[in-house]
């Protein structure tokens, strides 16, 4: 599977690059999180993962197109979906669990996507990872956010 560095936009392998990131830096956390952005005519997903460091953090990206999602819960949901399936190549093709998958969705029952904490979290959370929504600090679905842009 294939994502970019977003230092220098360089193509990398992920089965391959992540355990020699780790090799390097054992102590790295591994969060994974995905953001969407619909556009006139496609949306947008970049899906992170974001190795931390004690100080630092390292980023890697992919951003895919699709035809126009125009319904805001399908949209929304694939987000977790597509940080599920890279936390499981990770797992299965790697041996590697991630520290924690971020979810943009938001607790607070004001913003629309608190409607889909309680079911992302809890498929998050059957797959055996640990799961964080906003309010929060949420490195992955930060930089998905900046990379969907």
């Known amino acids: 599977m294939k994502f970019r560095r977003l230092t220098d936009n360089k193509l990398v392998n992920l089965e391959n ?20 952005q619909t556009t006139r005519n496609k949306t947008i997903y970049a899906t992170a993962v974001v190795f931390r460091y004690t100080n630092g953090a390292h980023i890697l ?10 319904e ?4 929304l949901w694939k987000e977790v ?3 599920i399936e890279i936390a499981e190549y990770l797992r299965v093709n790697c041996g590697i669990m991630a520290t924690r998958i971020d979810l943009d969705y ?3 029952p004001k913003y629309p996507s608190n409607k889909l ?10 797959l055996g990872y640990k ?19």
């Open 81 to 83: 979906e597509k940080s």
């Open 131 to 149: 799961a964080k929504t906003k309010p929060g600090l949420l490195l992955a679905t930060y930089a998905a956010d900046g990379c969907c842009r």
């Open 17 to 36: 690059y992540v355990p020699s990131v780790l090799k390097k830096s054992p102590n790295s956390l591994i969060y994974i999180g995905c953001d969407s």
């Open 72 to 75: 805001l819960w399908p949209r």
């Open 117 to 126: 904490v309680k079911a992302a979290v809890g498929y998050v959370e059957s």
């Open 61 to 70: 990206y992919k951003r895919e197109s699709y035809p126009i999602i125009h």
């Open 106 to 108: 938001n607790e607070d």
